[in-house]
């Protein structure tokens, strides 16, 4: 009979846990497209991704993220102005804000992010300033995260006894 019990629980949880980040990612969505974000889809997956943890963990996965993305975006920001998607300039940030991120003691999901940021902005070519695309990241980025950590607090998740 335990065991039923903790089945039900379980899935009891998997179910809010669901209606939790359904309606987070909805909210990000719309509150991005709302404020006319260029790629309002970042926000939208920068809270899918900080809602598959609790809320503590949620905390240090968002500056973790926010910190590699405002890295990433600095480091694409400035090469791009100078060199473009210059492969080699590219290899070189990349590297780069991998030892900042080891110099500072951020774990490897700073570098992560870091990485996705420096690549779009590097690599994805578009007609507006590199900055400018920089700019947005890290906003849609904020944005979800203060989507995510907002509904986590407001509706937190049960964990199972």
Not at 136 to 154: F, Q, T
Request: aromatic share 6%; charged share 10%.
């Amino acid at each position: 009979m335990g065991s039923a019990v903790t089945v039900v629980a379980e899935e009891r949880n998997s179910l809010s846990h669901i209606a939790r980040t359904t309606i987070a990612a909805l909210a990000s969505q719309l509150i991005a497209q709302s404020l006319h974000m260029p790629e309002p889809y970042w926000a939208t997956v920068t809270t899918i991704v900080v809602m598959q943890s609790s809320l503590g963990a949620a905390w240090t996965v968002s500056w973790k993220r926010l910190a590699g993305t405002v890295l990433g975006g600095a480091v694409g920001g400035f090469l791009s102005s100078y060199v473009g998607g210059n492969l080699i300039a590219f290899g070189a940030a990349m590297a780069g804000t991998g030892l900042v991120c080891l110099l500072l003691k951020v774990d490897r999901s700073a570098y992560r992010f870091a990485g996705i940021t420096l690549t779009i902005i590097m690599l994805v070519p578009r007609a507006t300033s590199p900055w400018i695309v920089a700019i947005h990241r890290c906003v849609e980025v904020s944005l979800g995260i203060a989507v995510a950590l907002v509904l986590a607090a407001v509706w937190p998740e049960r964990i199972p006894s």
